[in-house]
């Protein structure tokens, strides 16, 4: 059977396991405090271009969101995100459970429109009874989204402005950040992200490492007590180096960047099969996720010799699938699973 | 250097390692929904001898405690705790962050005393005014407590009756469980703890795991809908294979059993060389941690060659010190430490 | 000049006052223990036809949404809405304060529509990925509703009907109860309301008292410990008889049904005299509200002599404008504004 | 019978009742935006000796503290409280429920002192471990504190000289304030209240209002968005003028201190005759509430003839009880439990 379910199947890239067994057994002060996690900090650093960013290791993506988002919202104010935005869909609450409203834009594909957020902001001010409301805190967007589509630069740069001009932080959740990276026509670089949000994040869980996200904070007066409510999120790994460790080992040598290209080529190579079939590509994703728009009787057959996710009925005869390739996917079962079509 | 700081300053026990390497590249779906998970289900409920608890494994001991004890407690109840719990100390007031008051009962060298815990609930009752104060809604221990001592089983017994008899859940925090366990002089086994309380975790941070807490839930009428809670606090891993396939590993052969009983049998060969040498020792601890009052210039000699922790003057000269070994203290480590007294 | 912004611009029903006097150097105990909040609730359970229903009194709308819904969610739940609900938009984030999300649905005139309902809880456990996703757990609408609409009996008992089968508690916002139960054509009681729902509150402080809210809990399976919820979410009045006072006052005799009748007849004569000038309602509004499209040239003539609300414009040359009466409009008012179109 | 259980048993000052009547039917814009506020607000300011001062009023204590304290704390703070401090004990956990830590320090019956509080602070950022612990954020104190004490001007001094150094707020709770300002030998004035606290509350329920507290930001840069979070925990009264015609009366001619020094003058009175009876004064109270160790035959007698609270045993055959005057007690009410002594 071939898997396309999901970027989180398998375990890490090989050369993050040999460094664990490598440093098994030295003793190194917890929460961080260890020199791999330094290293692996400057290393991201580096990477973004950001000498005097502050970087922190969480363990996974909601608990980064909730615990980001906590940290940079006031009582009276939400975080603004595209309706489909995995904070407000798929995170059982968390944001809502720190106190915090989610405050929805319409969804363009996974992506919040630049002219609608400026909209929001500016009648929400002009409504006598703001002070009733929730104020927007904060713009959360995904980069690629849930649906591997990605901002373009001057995209994002309209957002950034927005944002700045109303005081407000972005925040960018990258936990596939390393397939944006590598996406088909991108003009984004791993800089711009820096450059232009207040807090992002790099993705680890998804692109390479067994678990792991690095959460960079570019704004210098935001978070300024991020370790204790990183503890309070019960998001503080005892043994920190192990997110170090892996984080050095992603930010060396590139490793990263090619896990990313890596699965966005084979993902390219499954969407062109498809097409070339005549099959309805259902999303511009340009990244690791592809969505097609199949028959339903395709659909069956398929499922004898592959799993993917369902996500529902287009139409009478047809359905929307999304099948996922990862820095793991091995060219063969991409070569296989044409074969089957 | 030799350090004795804490038990989580190393990585894992290599057969974990081992696990991790030969499953690697296995795809398995996420979320705790693969075999691995499974079996390591199987494994801690056969080793607690409760064939229909249900198993949930989280990453650290913080999360766990706020999840669980947010899901046990309604509104307006608080957890009762021994003032030294970690709860109440050092979590950073994630249990309050939750929305939970901490409810203090005083601390008997970590430990509560079940005639306290009966007369608070009784006086609490009693208050014409206890609709306005925080309801008792569970007890909270630790075994081993923050200061290495353990409860006895009649005691356990005892605290376990006041709970149900005033039918609140007694929860067990047992970040170290392997090495109450392995507790010198102690009668309580895992099918104990299983069945006096009402949830309890098995600790595997600290006993061998690179990370990972089992929580075992034996009261069927508790946490109805835990796995949404859990992804909710942001502990939910997405790839749970890789608890499952720690806790598997641990619960084989008795492993976890046999990494406690090395870690104790390395603390008391130290108290024994502590005592023999005419220091002080300062807590009745049976475990892997043990307390001593040193005077201070034995304490400065010996920060020349080994680290521990400070916890404070006792007296003029002397102070009081914590040395920890784990499941990898290696025995010549110990004898190298005694050798320097 | 005339004023028609609001129903609480007044302060209350003079035989309120009366009572306040007449009772005012009596001394009762606090916090609702004594006879006039114990006859109170008596008159509001039998004006309610639930002779079990427990009632208890809180000071304000907001503060009584977020204390019921805070106690009638599980911690993995959320609460449905129209995304119109005061709630939702008008409450700064209270609910979401308390840590649950409120789940929109389409707003009909402020109405929720039960086949979307039924869809949406159906959908919900439909997705593979429910347990990540906030559960349904409680309906919230408000009768009438922020628009001035009001539910028909066929369509609460719909709403009902699928709220039970889906076994999540009905919950009505009654802020202006007393203007729905006198709504030219309806066709619902009060005891209508209270055998559909589970819990649903009757607002003082819009029909006739100085402030109040009775919230009157039908299901006695819900909310066991409100009493302690009040006093947590600071909605707990000291001086509890205050608040029975006034309810004993508007349900005796029929005065609080009588209040809305007088402010619902004003309003209407208010909209025939608008469609009599040719102007358009813009919602369907039985009630003590009113809404027209009036050209701009019209809207600023009539500021110059009287107040209502802006909701923003409708077209180049119009707006959407608010009117509302209460239980204190005097009849001349309502004439002169008339003479005034 | 008698009643000296509390000071809220009664309704408001007479001149209160006629200024609602006389204003009743007035129709004013809701939440405070009112004249009647607006002058309140000015006379609260004067009174204080804070003219740039911002003035808000809410309904309740324990609404007022949770809101005040929530905006006041970060995440990683908690607030500093006396053990027995209200907040602490008599609040339902209304501040946990905001996702804040009580830090409590030794009571003295009812008040902190003020080395403790320094040394508190001291060791918590001496602690090597105190990121993974609840920072002190805030310093709460009662005046005069649930046991009718006062702290002296030179004791308000230090603390606020210890909070300023440690940049943390002072925050005063005045439920009682009025009773303080005329206590027996009292060197506190409300300038000075004023000038030593950031935040604090002139209670307005217990000291002849119907209810409301009247919170004073005197440091500008705290509680920003405070309207907001009113609202967000419920505590906007939308008829706000209802406070402001309280609070502009009570500040009229000096008439809350005139309350104040009523209540006072006749519990002294009190405490006098019990004393020349031979019965021990329990607490050294100079305002309004008086607590007597009694024997409990004595206690059992006077039951017949009056109401007062139990405060439980104290020793075999006595027991401490509490007596309490108000704004509204008669003197004649005195001397007839003084006559039953």
């Given at each position: 059977?071939?898997?396309?379910?999901?970027?989180?199947?398998?375990?890490?890239?090989?050369?993050?396991?040999?460094?664990?067994?490598?440093?098994?057994?030295?003793?190194?002060?917890?929460?961080?405090?260890?020199p791999?996690?330094?290293?692996?900090?400057?290393a991201?650093?580096?990477?973004?271009?950001?000498?005097?960013?502050?970087?922190?290791f969480?363990?996974?993506g909601?608990q980064?969101?909730a615990?980001?988002?906590?940290?940079?919202?006031?009582?009276?104010?939400?975080?603004?995100a595209?309706?489909?935005?995995h904070?407000?869909?798929?995170?059982a609450?968390?944001?809502?459970?720190?106190?915090?409203?989610?405050?929805?834009?319409p969804?363009h594909?996974?992506?919040?429109d630049?002219?609608?957020?400026?909209?929001?902001?500016?009648?929400f001010?002009?409504?006598?009874?703001?002070?009733h409301?929730?104020a927007?805190?904060?713009?959360?967007?995904?980069?690629?989204t849930e649906?591997?589509?990605?901002?373009s630069?001057?995209?994002?740069?309209?957002?950034?402005?927005?944002?700045h001009?109303?005081?407000?932080?972005?925040?960018?959740?990258?936990?596939?950040?390393?397939?944006?990276l590598?996406?088909?026509?991108?003009?984004?670089?791993?800089?711009?992200?820096?450059?232009?949000?207040?807090?992002?994040?790099?993705?680890?869980?998804?692109?390479?490492?067994l678990?792991?996200?690095a959460?960079v904070?570019?704004?210098?007066?935001?978070?300024?007590?991020?370790?204790?409510?990183?503890?309070?999120?019960?998001?503080?790994?005892?043994?920190?180096?192990?997110?170090?460790?892996?984080?050095?080992?992603?930010?060396?040598?590139?490793?990263?960047?090619?896990?990313?290209?890596?699965?966005?080529r084979?993902a390219?190579?499954?969407?062109?099969?498809?097409?070339?079939?005549?099959?309805?590509?259902?999303?511009?994703s340009?990244?690791?996720?592809?969505?097609?728009?199949?028959?339903?009787?395709?659909?069956?057959?398929?499922?004898?010799?592959?799993?993917?996710?369902?996500?529902?009925?287009?139409g009478?005869?047809s359905?929307m699938?999304?099948f996922?390739?990862?820095?793991?996917?091995?060219?063969?079962?991409?070569?296989?699973?044409?074969?089957?079509?």
């Amino acid at each position: 059977m071939l898997h396309f379910d999901c970027d989180y199947m398998e375990g890490a890239h090989p050369e993050i396991l040999r460094r664990f067994i490598e440093t098994n057994l030295e003793q190194t002060a917890g929460y961080g405090n260890d020199p791999y996690t330094e290293r692996a900090c400057q290393a991201v650093r580096q990477a973004c271009g950001v000498p005097d960013a502050r970087v922190f290791f969480l363990v996974g993506g909601t608990q980064t969101n909730a615990t980001v988002i906590d940290g940079l919202l006031a009582h009276h104010q939400g975080v603004l995100a595209a309706e489909s935005g995995h904070i407000n869909v798929h995170e059982a609450g968390a944001i809502e459970a720190s106190g915090h409203k989610v405050l929805t834009l319409p969804s363009h594909q996974g992506k919040v429109d630049p002219e609608e957020l400026d909209a929001y902001i500016n009648d929400f001010y002009r409504d006598d009874t703001y002070q009733h409301m929730v104020a927007p805190g904060m713009l959360y967007i995904s980069h690629p989204t849930e649906y591997g589509t990605v901002y373009s630069r001057s995209e994002l740069e309209r957002l950034s402005d927005i944002c700045h001009r109303a005081n407000i932080p972005l925040y960018i959740d990258g936990a596939r950040m390393g397939y944006a990276l590598a996406a088909e026509g991108s003009d984004v670089t791993l800089t711009d992200v820096a450059r232009l949000s207040d807090v992002f994040y790099i993705g680890g869980t998804k692109v390479g490492a067994l678990f792991g996200e690095a959460v960079v904070v570019t704004n210098p007066t935001l978070l300024p007590h991020f370790f204790s409510l990183i503890k309070q999120h019960g998001a503080l790994l005892a043994k920190g180096r192990l997110l170090g460790i892996q984080f050095e080992t992603l930010f060396t040598d590139g490793l990263y960047f090619q896990l990313g290209r890596h699965a966005v080529r084979l993902a390219l190579r499954l969407r062109e099969a498809f097409r070339a079939k005549g099959y309805e590509v259902a999303m511009e994703s340009p990244t690791n996720q592809q969505f097609f728009r199949l028959p339903n009787e395709v659909i069956d057959r398929l499922k004898q010799y592959a799993t993917f996710e369902y996500w529902g009925p287009r139409g009478e005869h047809s359905s929307m699938v999304r099948f996922v390739t990862s820095w793991a996917t091995r060219e063969e079962d991409i070569e296989q699973l044409i074969a089957l079509l």
